[in-house]
């Protein structure tokens, strides 16, 4: 049984009359009289009486035509949904974020693409940077928002517009009514650092600022996320240098300041597979694009 031959048939079920569905067809009578024939001698069943005057449904030929219907149905929405799946328009993207992203420009850019692309369906999956560069080598996210500068081989990225550190004190602390604090006056207190293993750039950022001030921190305490490195400091737990975007967290208890005659980066990219083929993929990073480093 052949598509076309369903096709066929419920034309002339409708028209009953071989001129006319052949007309509607775009085809000549004659292919249109075998086509009913092979359906009717493959089903061996007759699906329409007719004479010299006049064609009609059978009674098996009015039971068939609702289920040919059905079928006709599907493999025209089917058709469409691929149609719709090849231009971006439809389907399903993944997309890993590591924590401290939902401060910069990733929502902004989840919206923009909701905005464009409303049929896709984005499923944000929170990720350290580490596990996201495992996912994107196996094709288990279409692309992902990290903290890092660079990926590995057969991985792209872009970077996202640069953040910057600033100095994260508890608020009773004696520098936290100061305007800005000088990396020399924090020598000797206890930092709260963010681990290496989770995100070597985040920590290594940290570590270059030290080495640059001559200062060797005694670390603390380590976490696996900004916002907990945000929450000890509350505690009274020691001081960090964070992401400046984590002061929109609105965590209590903690202040922000400017580091005297610094503006480090800290770094973030928006990666994702080289070899990936994913229209919507596409449209992600094309309403990415404004919110990524010129030139880069």
Not at 37 to 48: H, I, S
Not at 107 to 134: H, K, M, T, Y
Not at 195 to 219: K, M, S, Y
Request: with cysteine; charged share 20%.
């Amino acid at each position: 049984m052949k598509l076309h031959q369903l096709r066929y048939f419920a034309v002339l079920a409708e028209e009953l009359h071989f001129g006319r569905a052949a007309e509607r067809l775009a085809i000549t009578q004659p292919p249109l009289s075998s086509g009913i024939k092979a359906l009717e001698e493959e089903l061996g069943v007759r699906l329409f009486e007719r004479s010299s005057k006049h064609v009609a449904l059978t009674a098996a030929g009015q039971a068939y035509l609702a289920e040919v219907r059905v079928v006709l149905d599907r493999v025209a929405s089917a058709a469409e949904t691929a149609r719709a799946v090849a231009a971006g328009l439809q389907g399903r993207l993944e997309i890993g974020f590591a924590g401290s992203m939902v401060y910069r420009d990733m929502p902004r850019i989840v919206r923009a693409f909701g905005a464009r692309a409303p049929g896709i369906d984005v499923n944000l999956r929170e990720l350290s940077s580490a596990e996201q560069l495992d996912a994107l080598l196996h094709r288990q996210l279409h692309a992902g928002f990290i903290n890092a500068a660079a990926v590995p081989p057969r991985l792209a990225c872009r970077p996202l517009i640069p953040d910057h550190f600033v100095c994260c004190l508890p608020e009773a602390h004696p520098l936290a009514r100061e305007s800005a604090v000088a990396l020399p006056a924090l020598a000797q207190e206890g930092f709260v650092m963010f681990a290496r293993d989770v995100a070597p750039a985040n920590h290594d950022n940290v570590i270059a600022l030290f080495e640059r001030a001559g200062i060797h921190p005694r670390t603390r305490h380590a976490a696996r996320q900004w916002l907990t490195v945000v929450s000890l400091v509350a505690l009274g737990m020691g001081v960090a240098l964070v992401p400046a975007s984590l002061a929109q967290a609105g965590v209590q208890g903690v202040r922000f300041l400017p580091i005297v005659g610094l503006r480090h980066p800290a770094v973030g990219v928006l990666a994702w597979h080289e070899e990936a083929d994913n229209p919507a993929l596409r449209i992600f990073l094309d309403c990415a694009a404004p919110f990524l480093q010129s030139g880069a």
